[in-house]
C-alpha cells in the first residue's frame, strides 16, 4: 500500500501517490458499514428493491472503483513514459509495475485488484494496532517487557528489519491481541459436501460461520482465556507455561487456500509500528473503563479508545 500513501511520485522507479487518498480511505469505511449493514438483508434483494442501503453501498464501491481507475491511469501512463525515457523504467518494487512488467493484466483488472487488496489492508491492519496500543496501555508490565525485549534486541537503537525476526514477545503481544480482538472475526465457507459438525448434519451448500471471537476466548482451549498474556505464544514451553491448550483456536488470519495473502505485510508493519511507539512513547490508559467491541465485518471498539502517550527519555 506504500505507493498509494508514500513517495515523491517524481523519481524513476516510484510511482505517484493517490492525490484523493482521504476521500478513498472514507468509501472504503463506507464499504464495510453498508455491508455490515446488509448482513440481515440478502444484497441480491436489497438492489430489486433498491433499498437506500444499497445505493450508499453502490455510491460507495462506485466511487473507490473510479479513485481507483484514475490512479491506476495515471501511474501506467507515468510508468509507460519513464520506460520510453530510460532502459531501467519497469524496474522498482510496486504493485502497478509488477502487474504491467506481467503484461496479461488489463488496467482494469488492476483497479479492481488495488481496491480489493485496500479494503482488505487497511481497516484490518489499522484496527489490529489499535488493539494492540489500547491492551498495552492497560498492562504495564506487558509493555515493560516488550520495551526490555526492544531495547536488548536493538541494542537502544530504532528497529531495523534484521531485529524483527529476534522479537518473540512483540509477536506474541499481537497474536495475542488479535486473539482478544480478531479485526476479521467470522470465517465463513459453503460445504463442498454433506458433513456432521458437533452432533448437527449440515448438507452441502450450506454457509458455515466460524466466530474467531468466541474461539479465541473459550477456557476450554486457552488458560484464563480472557487475560492478556503475550507470552503464552512464546515457544519456550517453560515460559508459556501452558497457557494455551489449542492454537488452533487463534486463527486470526484463516486457514487453508484461501487464508489471508497480506499476513505478513500485516505482521511485519504492525511489528515495527508497535515496537517503534513502545521504544519512545510510555503508553497509559485515560479511563479504566473497559472498551466494548463491535462484531461487525471488522471488529471495532465501542467507543473512541483514547490514550496518553508520554515521551520516553530514550531515543
Ligand atoms: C491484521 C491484519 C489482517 C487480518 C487480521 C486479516 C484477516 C483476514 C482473514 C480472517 C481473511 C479470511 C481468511 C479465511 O477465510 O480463511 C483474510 C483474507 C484476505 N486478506 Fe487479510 N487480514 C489482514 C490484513 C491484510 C492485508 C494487509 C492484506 C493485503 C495486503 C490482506 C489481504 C487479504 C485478501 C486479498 C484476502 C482474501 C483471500 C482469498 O479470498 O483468497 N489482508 N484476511
Known sequence: MNEMTGGTGSGSGSEKPMANIHEFVHCVQQIFVESANMQLIPPKLAFRLNLPVWSRFEGAARKALDLARTYVNENVEHIRNEVNGESDGMSGQGIIRQLLNDGSISVEEMVRIIVDLFIAAADTTSHATQWALYLLSRNPQCQRRMLDEVNSVT??????????????????????????????????RYLSHDMELSGYGIPSGKLIVMSLYTTGRKCEYFNDANQFMPERWLRDKELANHQTINTHACLPFGLGVRSCIGRRVAEIQMQFLLSRIVQKFQLSAVSNKEIGINLRMIATPEQPIHLALKKRATL
Open 155 to 188: 541494542g537502544g537503537h530504532i528497529v531495523e528489519e534484521c531485529h524483527l525476526p529476534h522479537l518473540s514477545y512483540t509477536k506474541g503481544v499481537i497474536k495475542e491481541a488479535l486473539r482478544l480482538y480478531p479485526v476479521a472475526p467470522f470465517l465463513t
